[in-house]
């Protein structure tokens, strides 16, 4: 009984050791040294709405025309 409880104690932090970093990764602005890499980013092979490059993308097209 006790190696269950610990697995899913186990399984349980890492879900939110995945939660957390993936919230503050979202947060965290991008550098000014890699603001122009960031800015160049072109990314037409695909349409996924909750991609981090295409909502840069989607900022460069618009700054574009």
Known sequence: ???LII????IVL??????VTFVANKKTPV???CQTIADSVKCESCTEV???LNKIHEEVK???K
């Open 14 to 19: 890492l879900i939110v050791l995945f939660f």
């Open 50 to 52: 909750s991609c981090a």
């Open 1 to 3: 009984m006790v190696p």
């Open 62 to 64: 618009k700054e574009g």
């Open 31 to 33: 550098p000014p040294e």
């Open 7 to 10: 697995g899913i104690i186990v």
